[in-house]
């Protein structure tokens, strides 16, 4: 056999190696950088729209005018809206998912997921502070446990609820889209 091939073939070959070896750590790399991205922006909106429900809460609803069509401009019609009612209202950015359940439920629609149940179940343990899980589908969920403040009480009284007692999860989902993160950080390489 003659020379030349074979040593075409050891400088090629590790060559080959590096070059795989390369890859696969860039696509890890870049996957946590895609990943932490889509839990700051599903933090982001957990801490907005506490806060939204709260400032709410505080003040007892907020009133809002109804935009009722044929009404007379001398006309003005208000209605409340209860913090649950204002963050349906509100919009989202997309591909976030909001929802928020709790320990003593009113409407069965709004039962626990299974990351859900797994945060209520991580209090039981002694757990108090925000989870992260992450779905098949893609989605990145930060899980808060929400805890009765004095201001829940007005509307959440009725159902049992205490002051600092945990009253439920609210749930950011927040869908990263790894294919095309890859595909740009290929484009930007080439």
């Known amino acids: 056999m003659r020379l030349a091939p074979k040593i075409t ?3 090629l070959l590790p060559v080959l190696a590096v070059g795989a070896a390369w890859i696969v750590y860039a696509v890890g790399a ?4 895609v990943y932490q991205q889509s839990l700051a922006a599903a933090r982001g909106v957990a801490e907005s729209v506490i806060a939204v429900r709260s400032f709410v809460a505080a003040h007892q609803g907020v009133w809002v005018q109804s935009g009722l069509p044929g009404a007379s401009a001398g006309e003005k019609s208000f209605y409340r809206l209860t913090p649950a009612q ?7 950015p997309p591909d976030v ?3 928020i359940t709790g320990t003593r439920l009113v409407n069965p629609a709004n039962a626990p997921t299974a990351p859900e149940r797994d945060a209520l179940a991580a209090f039981a343990t002694g757990r108090r502070e925000a989870m992260t899980a992450a779905t098949p589908d893609g989605k990145v969920v930060h899980l808060v446990l929400l805890f009765t403040k004095p201001e829940c009480l007005p509307c959440h009284a009725a159902q049992g609820y ?5 009253r439920g999860v609210l749930s950011v989902g927040n ?16």
């Open 97 to 99: 998912s909001l929802h």
């Open 30 to 33: 870049c996957q946590r950088e």
């Open 86 to 92: 204002l963050q349906k209202e509100l919009p989202l």
């Open 9 to 11: 073939l050891s400088v």
């Open 162 to 166: 205490r002051q600092g007692e945990l």
């Open 175 to 190: 869908r990263h889209h790894l294919d095309l993160v890859l595909a740009e950080e290929l484009a930007r390489a080439q």
